[in-house]
């Protein structure tokens, strides 16, 4: 393949496959919130926070890491505040102890942050601003969890850049990913320009999900499957370890996990049903490598025309990518591959996106299984749903731009009215 398309696809997996605590949502909130304290030079004396409705969406319902449980958007900012290292970025709360909690749950009872709903604006957006007598900090961010598209302080603009386009890393552009050059890639890349990368994804998210099945954590959608399904068939294992990652993650688990597509949910999902059938196929670690470069980059490729938030549930892209990694491991190719992406798609694509909480989980669960189904039908079957079908057309690069769009523009609508229900509006 062409070095270009080479070196995009090795630093598209760099960029994307990173660490972070807890769910991204709430930590892109405690990060701004720390960052502003930074600046600020001391302990505010009060924070405001404003936010578009896809961040409110999905910091609502989640238990923010390492905060006792607690929930909320006031509670990430004020942590983020007391106790956060904005250094560390997406896990800027790695370093929280109990006193940062207990002063937390002070601040809380004080009025201490006001939050509020930034409308008209999609996506991913965080305004945060800390005051601390005559001086007042705030900083900005646009499209991606960490980056920052402004920093004041006292009217004077520190930093500023441009939203995010996609092109920010000039090396990882995202419009050079299709099905045909991925699979080519997954081929032949060099292991040792992703060794790194991949391996950390498989050790960071194996061990929430194995910690996920041993705790109690949320509604316990991973033991649940294994209790009442059986532990003896793959299928019932990969959904289950997906889910019980996802267990521990939204219910405030601090370990960290690799995400993919800036949620730690779809890392989890794209990664662990593809560790669990090449356990139970005995696949070579090299042969796992392949299928995971794979199935990550199909997901990404999903979420290049859906965008970072919307009312089109990640996991669905995620799942897909698994079951395509999957599909990879049996030896399925270009239309092997094909069929199962849209198969996939064709069977859950539209699962809305109510906010990270306790049942993701269970729709990760769910879409798990859609993939699997689409990877047997597939590889077993031969069979595949027809163009013109719904929104299946005549290619699988269309399908994928086909449920693309209506995730992105058919769902927006379904996203505001979410919203409105939600805030009981």
């Avoid at 900083?139 to 441009?162: A, D, M, R, S």
């Avoid at 996802?246 to 890392?267: E, F, H, L, T």
Wanted: net charge negative.
């Amino acid at each position: 393949m062409e070095q270009k398309v080479y070196n995009a696809y090795v630093a598209i997996l760099e960029n994307e496959l990173v660490p972070a605590l807890g769910c991204t949502e709430p930590i892109a909130i405690a990060y701004a919130a720390a960052k502003a304290r930074e600046i600020l030079g001391k302990m505010p004396q009060a924070i405001v926070v404003n936010s578009s409705g896809n961040i409110i969406k999905n910091v609502k319902g989640v238990t923010v890491p390492n905060s006792d449980g607690l929930v909320g958007i006031n509670v990430a900012a004020i942590l983020g505040v007391v106790g956060g290292n904005a250094s560390k970025e997406l896990e800027v709360l790695a370093d929280i102890v109990p006193e940062h909690i207990e002063q937390t749950k002070k601040l809380m009872e004080q009025d201490f942050c006001t939050c509020g709903l930034v409308e008209g604006v999609e996506g991913l957006y965080i305004w945060v601003e800390a005051k601390a007598g005559e001086d007042t900090v705030s900083v900005e961010i646009t499209g991606k969890h960490t980056y920052i598209t402004k920093i004041e302080k006292n009217g004077e603009v520190l930093f500023t850049q441009p939203a995010p386009d996609g092109h920010e890393n000039p090396a990882a552009d995202k419009d050079l990913l299709d099905v045909a050059d991925i699979i080519t890639f997954a081929d032949t890349v060099r292991l040792e320009d992703v060794d790194d990368v991949i391996n950390r994804q498989i050790n960071f998210n194996s061990a929430i999900a194995q910690e996920g099945l041993a705790g109690s954590w949320g509604a316990q959608i991973g033991k649940t499957l294994l209790k009442h399904y059986g532990k003896e068939d793959v299928q019932i294992r990969a959904r289950a370890a997906a889910a019980a990652g996802s267990d521990a993650r939204m219910n405030g688990c601090a370990m960290p996990v690799v995400i993919n597509s800036g949620s730690g949910n779809q890392g989890m999902t794209v990664s662990l049903p593809v560790v669990e059938y090449a356990r139970e196929w005995n696949k070579s670690h090299e042969e796992l490598i392949r299928a995971l470069v794979l199935s990550n980059l199909i997901a990404l490729l999903q979420k290049k025309y859906l965008g970072s938030l919307s009312a089109f549930c990640g996991a669905v892209c995620a799942a897909t990518g698994a079951a395509s990694g999957i599909t990879y491991l049996h030896g399925g190719r270009y239309e092997e591959i094909s069929k199962t992406i849209t198969n996939t798609l064709a069977n859950v694509g539209g699962i809305v996106c109510d906010g990270a909480k306790s049942s993701c989980a269970a729709k990760i669960a769910s879409a798990v299984d859609a993939g699997i189904l689409g990877f047997i039908m597939s590889t077993e079957e031969g069979n595949s749903f027809n163009s013109g079908e719904g929104l299946v057309k005549d290619n699988v690069e269309r399908t994928i731009e086909s449920f693309g769009r209506m995730g992105r523009e058919g769902m927006r609508g379904t996203d505001i009215e979410i919203l409105n229900i939600m805030l009981e509006k």
